[in-house]
């Protein structure tokens, strides 16, 4: 378990190409998908960063695929591009455009394609989703299992509902290693107000309750230290759930994070 290669997300929005250059060569980049820009844009970038050497991985949402031409569409772009692997998620569109209402149809739809990906990744939840019950998001999980070499952790502040899950699913059987969602390091009211608008709650709540980190969270920049030091501790236990690393949310903010991750490293080191 290190920080030493972590993968970056990144949103396909004006100024990206930019913030991916200062990433190191050959960096693996996922490239964020919303309503508001469709799995077009999210391709296009993904096909950008792949023609500078990075290795893209865009997120397909499920619910702004409009049929099996569609996906056949978007599977080849793909293949065209040697992109051979892809982040489903069922997506915030409110309501599905097409035929897909989350992923696992989809999943179903491109196990069934001679153009599926190598490699697929889906959605995991420490500490639930706001808009849809426990129940669901467990049904989804164990039907996604078939297809999926891995899961990303949503966004969540607190290191304890993350060990907490991973041990849970780990200990059940699930079987898929965790990329572990962290926020990046950047100005606190903005990562406070995207992680509102995206349904993170809870954790958020127990940040306010810790003095210590709520003064880290209102004075300067957020940096994700009190995360990623009890989840080092922890995942090098034996018997510890399968982790691949970190998987490190930019919102576009790179310069202060690779400081942060080059400091945290000369400490380690
Ligand atoms: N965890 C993460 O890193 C990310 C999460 N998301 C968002 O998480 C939500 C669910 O995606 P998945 O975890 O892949 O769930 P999913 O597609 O596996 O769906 C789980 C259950 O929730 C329903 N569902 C799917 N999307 C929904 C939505 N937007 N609103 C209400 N119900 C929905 C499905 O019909 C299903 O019953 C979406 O809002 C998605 O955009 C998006 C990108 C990254
Ligand atoms: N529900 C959910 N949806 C997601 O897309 C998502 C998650 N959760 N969790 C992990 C990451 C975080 N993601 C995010 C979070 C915030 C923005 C965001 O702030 N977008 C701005 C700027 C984009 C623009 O200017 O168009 C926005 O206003 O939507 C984008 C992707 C993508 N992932």
Redesign the pocket.
């Known amino acids: 378990m290190t920080l030493a290669a972590p993968r970056y ?1 990144l ?1 396909p ?2 100024g990206m190409l930019e913030e991916a250059e200062r990433l190191p060569a050959g960096a693996t980049i996922t490239v ?3 309503p ?2 469709g799995i077009e844009r999210t391709l296009e970038a993904s096909v950008e960063l792949a023609k500078r050497g990075y290795v893209a991985i865009p ?1 397909i ?1 499920s619910r702004l695929v409009r049929d099996e031409s569609h996906l056949e569409l978007i599977l080849q772009t793909l293949a065209q591009h040697s992109l051979n692997e892809v982040f489903v ?1 069922g ?2 569109a409110p309501a599905p455009v097409g035929v897909f209402n989350g992923a696992v149809p989809l999943l179903e739809a491109m196990a069934a394609s001679p153009l599926r990906p190598a490699r697929i990744g889906v ?1 995991g939840y420490p500490e639930g ?1 706001a808009e849809i019950s426990n129940d669901a998001l467990e049904a989804a999980l164990i039907a996604k299992r078939p297809y999926a070499d891995y899961l ?1 952790t ?2 969540c502040f607190d290191s304890a509902p993350i060990l907490q899950w991973l041990t849970d699913i780990h200990q059940r059987g699930i079987g898929l290693p965790a990329w572990i ?1 962290l926020p990046g390091v950047m100005d606190p009211r ?1 990562l406070l ?2 992680s509102l ?4 709650g809870s954790s958020l709540r127990v940040l306010k309750r810790n003095q210590g980190i709520t003064r880290q969270l209102w004075n300067g920049a957020y940096a994700p230290d009190h995360l990623i030091d009890p989840l080092l501790d922890a995942l090098v236990e034996p018997g510890a759930p399968p982790v691949c690393g970190f998987h490190l ?1 930019t ?2 903010h790179v310069a202060p994070l690779l400081d942060w991750q080059a400091n945290r490293l000369a400490e380690t080191a």
């Open positions: 997300e949103i929005i004006r964020t998908c919303s508001k820009h997120h949402a998620v997506g915030d959605t989703h990303v949503q966004l969602g903005r107000s995207i608008k995206i349904g993170i949310n919102f576009n």
